[in-house]
């Protein structure tokens, strides 16, 4: 199986560059995965195709405003740091631009002297291992000085950021959003309860490894990132349940849906568990947990279209992401959705 193979022609005009006004008015392509066949709907017309007994799993995670602007101690050198990873308390793994001379040893400062970072090692792919130094708590310092990483393809300053956060974003960690929740309010989740769907938890720190483009000719080859999960007890149980009683889990994103498969490895019924990641779903890979998805629309060639591709065909994938650049669908973090059922 060839990467190219996850190939479509987007114009460039059809990437979304900013939220809508109103999160659930985005549009929602519905996708039978078994008969390929398509409808057009809107996001808010979710509640209409999940139905009582269902269980609908969102991921939790909350941005960081990871990206931070300063200069090198000495030199005063402009340097931008990407955080990714929190190793331990003060230690985090970053990205650093321009990185060639940072060695270990190598200092930093941001904003005022607010915060300080001195490199410790090089690790995995040229990144860094970096310790902080501030005063008060970490998180407020960030706060105030991070801004956040906007995947690459965005290129227009968001005014909100909380336009970048799902409404029920929980724990802090990830360097990118669960996009595929962005479109839900409030209101429509409330509607959801009131149908008698059942809404659980997930944990996944999204990296940026999900904006990576796919680099080998060859799926086989390609070696995923990894990413921080949590399933608590209470989700796995609502699962569980939910399966017992012959009803669907829907899973609200490829980062949803990497935890649940990730759980479901080790067989049914699940129990909870937490750790690290770089399960890589693609066709011909068997889903142990979730019944339907709803999903963003992604990049070509990206490991994101082949998950999608493995729940409902690449056939009618590619013929559905064709029918959305004709029917002019907003694409990617900002952009429309669609439900595979």
Excluded at 56 to 64: A, G
Excluded at 116 to 128: C, M, S, V
Aim: glycine residues 8%.
């Amino acid at each position: 199986m060839k990467t190219s193979d996850f190939y479509y022609d987007l114009p460039e005009e059809l990437i979304a560059q900013e939220p809508l006004a109103k999160r659930d008015n985005s549009r929602l392509m519905e996708l039978d995965k078994i008969t390929g066949e398509i409808s057009h709907r809107h996001f808010y017309d979710i509640v209409d195709m999940l139905e009582p007994g269902d269980a609908l799993i969102l991921n939790d995670t909350r941005v960081i405003p990871a990206r931070l602007y300063g200069v090198k101690e000495g030199t005063g050198g402009a340097i931008e740091f990407l955080l990714l990873n929190k190793h331990s308390l003060d230690t985090w793994e970053v990205i650093l631009k321009p990185g060639r001379r940072a060695k270990p040893g190598a200092r930093f400062v941001f904003g005022n002297g607010e915060l300080k970072a001195e490199i410790l090692d090089i690790i995995n792919d040229g990144n860094r291992l970096v310790k902080f130094e501030y005063e008060g708590i970490f998180e407020n310092v960030l706060d105030k000085l991070g801004e956040m990483p906007l995947p690459p393809y965005i290129t227009k300053k968001l005014e909100d950021r909380d336009r970048y956060q799902t409404v029920y974003a929980k724990h802090n960690g990830s360097a990118a959003a669960p996009t595929a929740g962005l479109h839900f309010t409030p209101e429509l989740l409330e509607k959801v309860k009131a149908k008698g769907v059942n809404i659980g938890y997930v944990t996944l720190h999204v990296g940026l490894g999900t904006f990576r483009p796919v680099k080998v000719d060859d799926v086989n080859n390609h070696k995923m990132h990894s990413e921080f999960y949590i399933l608590p007890q209470e989700t796995a149980d609502l699962i569980n349940e939910t399966k017992a009683a012959g009803k669907r889990v829907v899973s609200v994103g490829t980062t949803a849906t990497r935890t649940l498969e990730t759980a479901g490895l080790g067989g049914m019924p699940l129990k909870a568990s937490t750790g690290w990641t770089d399960i890589f779903i693609y066709p011909g890979k068997e889903f142990h947990v979730i019944d339907a998805l709803i999903t963003n629309f992604h990049l070509p060639e990206s490991t994101l279209i082949m998950l999608v591709s493995a729940l409902a065909g690449r056939d009618n994938v590619l013929n559905a992401y064709k029918t959305a650049v004709e029917e002019r669908y907003r694409f990617f973090s900002f952009g429309d959705a669609m439900i595979i059922k």
